[in-house]
């Protein structure tokens, strides 16, 4: 469909505009991108087994790692970068957003298979999944979520296409093995409920024989085998510690809080609510349209897709916000029909309370317009918002009052139109917002890695000297900047250290030489000035420890950088 097409071109743009423009965040991205590295550098097959900072990497599968060390290669080979340069930012990011762009035209395919006489819904739904901030946003960073979501859709797809015994029947279940295999290597633990409740669904239908199930289970079987062949690998060579991605790292989590990130159904579902608009307003009605439409296939398959996505995240004691991602494909599919109805009314099935749901468009319109209010009180200083934020509230205030306002007309050509523009005026702020500052505002959680990256930098290129972080919590994103791990050191680790210098200095350290770290120090070299010269930490504060004098010589950012000896 060329209106698919061009959702593609639009969401490409949005994955890929300012991709590069601020740095990698902690922890996913630091760590994901540290591993492509090392993985971008390894031999194969060593490439199949991934490692973080040379020792193995047992978190997650290296599908993501694979693609992006690929784009790392491509990099080296059309750049011709020093030998030591780290990859850009865009470059780490560059592979997982290509990915993540297609996953809009993907779920309006889906659409089409389950509604094949309403191309307007699938249209509709890819458009949604085009503007939805958490696709868009989380679309763009090195991590496996946005992936995952793709491969899911692709399954879907690939399924619902599996319509008659023939050899095509063969080569859609192959092509849904594929995606399954996607699944395992990307977050394995999620794959096999997503694959079983897909089937499910896809039985529920009833139009395919036991003859047709055996191909197609067949082919399944077929497109599975690489995926169960890298964890047969990874279980062989790396033995028990190849379960830690089943276990802690995955349905540990259904039933403990890992790390301290408290869970239960309340972050998810404050996820929808925060990152469904515009289109929030039309989900509840076109979960009504799938319940008064469950018998037929996309009342189905809508009603079990959002019932398997909220039996995947919302009972987890342990949550982060990217886990509510496998809520929004569902979503789309659901509010689709409706926003098709608001634009065409004759084509599409009336909803349920379609008075109530005809009143929609006015609600864009009052919020359209009180963003546009906004704008001066913004302008002014009134309102505690950036002065970049002028732009998006222009864009997308403009869009919601006209295309709200357009759709309350009965012209059907008006309609469609109202539509386009409230579209248009939704993915332009969206792709302002991501062309600014702005986009990756967990950067402002902590203090700015770069500062303080580029002074370590110069203190080791000068003085020789291993600065360490002082009571901080280690940040993988400076590791990836620095090069090389820094472990923050506590009380214990500053006295021993600061002990094992002295006395490496009078000369009086028979038992360790004074070129490696003590007991309790990471294995990156001496803290300090030289061996002899006491430590160079890194902390908001002068460090305070009984038989430590710390003198303040640099600043990065909110760090100083402290001598003690």
Same mark, same amino acid.
């Given at each position: 469909m060329?209106?698919?097409?061009?959702?593609?071109?639009?969401?490409?743009?949005?994955?890929? %505009?300012?991709?590069?423009?601020?740095?990698l965040?902690?922890?996913?991205?630091?760590?994901v991108?540290?591993?492509?590295?090392?993985?971008?550098?390894?031999?194969?097959p060593?490439k199949?087994?991934p490692?973080?900072?040379?020792?193995?990497?047992?978190?997650?599968?290296?599908?993501?790692?694979?693609?992006?060390?690929?784009?790392?290669? %491509?990099?080296?080979?059309?750049g011709?970068?020093p030998?030591?340069?780290?990859p850009?930012?865009?470059? %780490?990011?560059?592979?997982?957003?290509?990915?993540?762009?297609t996953?809009?035209?993907l779920?309006?395919? @889906?659409?089409?298979?389950?509604?094949?006489?309403?191309?307007?819904?699938?249209?509709?739904?890819?458009?949604?999944a085009? /503007?939805?901030?958490?696709?868009v946003?989380? &679309?763009?960073?090195?991590?496996?979520?946005s992936s995952?979501?793709?491969?899911?859709?692709?399954?879907?797809?690939?399924?619902?296409?599996a319509?008659?015994?023939?050899?095509?029947?063969?080569?859609?279940?192959?092509?849904?093995?594929?995606?399954a295999?996607?699944l395992l290597?990307?977050?394995?633990?999620a794959a096999l409920?997503?694959?079983l409740?897909?089937l499910g669904l896809?039985w529920?239908?009833?139009d395919?024989?036991?003859r047709c199930?055996r191909?197609?289970?067949?082919?399944?079987?077929? &497109?599975?085998?690489?995926?169960?062949?890298?964890?047969?690998?990874?279980g062989f $060579?790396r033995?028990?510690?190849?379960?830690?991605?089943? /276990? +802690?790292?995955g349905?540990?989590? $259904?039933g403990?809080?890992?790390?301290?990130?408290?869970?239960?159904?309340?972050p998810?579902?404050?996820? $929808?609510?925060?990152?469904g608009?515009?289109?929030?307003?039309?989900?509840?009605?076109?979960?009504?349209?799938?319940?008064r439409?469950r018998?037929?296939?996309?009342?189905?398959?809508?009603?079990?897709?959002?019932? +398997?996505?909220?039996?995947l995240?919302?009972p987890?004691?342990?949550?982060?916000p990217?886990? +509510?991602?496998?809520?929004?494909?569902?979503?789309?599919?659901?509010?689709?029909?409706?926003l098709?109805w608001?634009s065409q009314?004759?084509?599409m099935?009336?909803?349920?309370a379609?008075?109530?749901?005809?009143a929609?468009?006015?609600?864009w319109?009052?919020?359209? =317009?009180?963003?546009?209010?906004?704008?001066?009180?913004?302008?002014?200083?009134?309102?505690?918002?950036?002065?970049?934020?002028?732009p998006?509230?222009l864009?997308?205030?403009?869009?919601l009052? =006209?295309? !709200?306002?357009l759709l309350?007309?009965?012209?059907?050509v008006?309609?469609? =139109?109202?539509?386009?523009?409230? *579209?248009?005026g939704?993915?332009?702020?969206?792709g302002?917002?991501?062309?600014g500052?702005?986009w990756?505002w967990?950067?402002?959680? +902590?203090?700015? @890695?770069?500062p %303080?990256?580029g002074?370590?930098r110069?203190?080791?290129?000068?003085?020789?000297?291993?600065?360490? *972080?002082?009571?901080?919590?280690?940040?993988?994103?400076l590791?990836?900047?620095?090069?090389?791990r820094?472990?923050?050191?506590?009380?214990?680790?500053?006295?021993?250290? /600061?002990?094992?210098?002295?006395t490496?200095?009078?000369?009086?350290?028979?038992s360790?030489?004074?070129?490696?770290?003590?007991?309790?120090?990471?294995?990156?070299?001496?803290? !300090?000035?030289?061996? !002899?010269?006491?430590?160079?930490?890194?902390?908001?504060?002068?460090?305070?420890?009984? &038989?430590?004098?710390?003198?303040?010589?640099?600043q990065?950012?909110?760090?100083?950088?402290?001598?003690?000896?």
């Amino acid at each position: 469909m060329p209106a698919l097409a061009l959702i593609w071109l639009v969401a490409l743009t949005l994955a890929l %505009v300012g991709l590069g423009q601020l740095p990698l965040r902690d922890w996913d991205e630091g760590i994901v991108a540290r591993v492509a590295l090392e993985t971008s550098l390894a031999p194969w097959p060593a490439k199949l087994l991934p490692t973080y900072w040379g020792d193995a990497y047992l978190n997650k599968p290296p599908a993501i790692h694979l693609l992006i060390a690929a784009c790392i290669g %491509v990099w080296r080979a059309f750049g011709q970068p020093p030998p030591t340069s780290l990859p850009p930012e865009w470059v %780490v990011r560059l592979g997982p957003a290509l990915v993540a762009s297609t996953l809009p035209p993907l779920l309006g395919l @889906v659409q089409l298979r389950l509604w094949p006489e309403q191309r307007l819904a699938a249209i509709a739904s890819a458009a949604i999944a085009l /503007t939805l901030m958490p696709l868009v946003r989380h &679309g763009r960073l090195a991590m496996l979520d946005s992936s995952q979501l793709v491969a899911l859709a692709l399954l879907w797809w690939a399924l619902l296409a599996a319509q008659s015994c023939k050899r095509q029947l063969l080569l859609h279940g192959a092509l849904a093995g594929l995606a399954a295999t996607l699944l395992l290597l990307l977050k394995a633990p999620a794959a096999l409920p997503l694959l079983l409740a897909a089937l499910g669904l896809r039985w529920l239908d009833r139009d395919l024989g036991w003859r047709c199930w055996r191909l197609l289970l067949l082919g399944l079987a077929l &497109g599975l085998l690489p995926g169960l062949a890298w964890h047969g690998l990874h279980g062989f $060579v790396r033995g028990p510690g190849a379960l830690l991605m089943w /276990t +802690s790292q995955g349905y540990a989590r $259904v039933g403990a809080a890992i790390e301290g990130h408290a869970g239960g159904p309340g972050p998810p579902l404050m996820e $929808v609510l925060k990152g469904g608009w515009p289109w929030l307003p039309l989900w509840p009605f076109g979960l009504a349209l799938a319940w008064r439409l469950r018998q037929q296939r996309w009342g189905r398959w809508v009603l079990g897709l959002s019932l +398997s996505a909220a039996a995947l995240v919302l009972p987890l004691r342990t949550q982060l916000p990217w886990y +509510s991602l496998l809520l929004w494909p569902p979503f789309c599919l659901a509010c689709g029909p409706v926003l098709a109805w608001l634009s065409q009314p004759d084509g599409m099935p009336r909803p349920p309370a379609a008075a109530l749901a005809a009143a929609i468009p006015r609600a864009w319109a009052a919020l359209g =317009a009180l963003l546009l209010a906004a704008i001066p009180p913004v302008a002014a200083g009134w309102l505690p918002l950036p002065a970049a934020t002028l732009p998006l509230l222009l864009s997308l205030g403009f869009g919601l009052l =006209a295309g !709200g306002l357009l759709l309350l007309r009965r012209a059907p050509v008006l309609r469609l =139109a109202a539509a386009g523009l409230l *579209l248009g005026g939704v993915a332009l702020t969206l792709g302002l917002l991501m062309a600014g500052p702005l986009w990756l505002w967990e950067l402002n959680e +902590s203090w700015p @890695v770069p500062p %303080v990256a580029g002074l370590i930098r110069r203190i080791e290129a000068s003085q020789g000297a291993k600065p360490q *972080l002082w009571h901080e919590a280690e940040r993988p994103s400076l590791n990836w900047y620095v090069g090389r791990r820094l472990r923050p050191l506590d009380d214990a680790a500053a006295a021993d250290a /600061t002990a094992a210098h002295a006395t490496a200095a009078a000369g009086h350290s028979p038992s360790q030489p004074s070129d490696r770290p003590p007991a309790g120090l990471p294995a990156a070299g001496p803290a !300090g000035r030289d061996a !002899g010269d006491g430590l160079l930490l890194l902390s908001r504060q002068a460090p305070e420890l009984v &038989g430590l004098r710390c003198t303040w010589i640099d600043q990065a950012g909110a760090l100083g950088l402290y001598h003690c000896r």
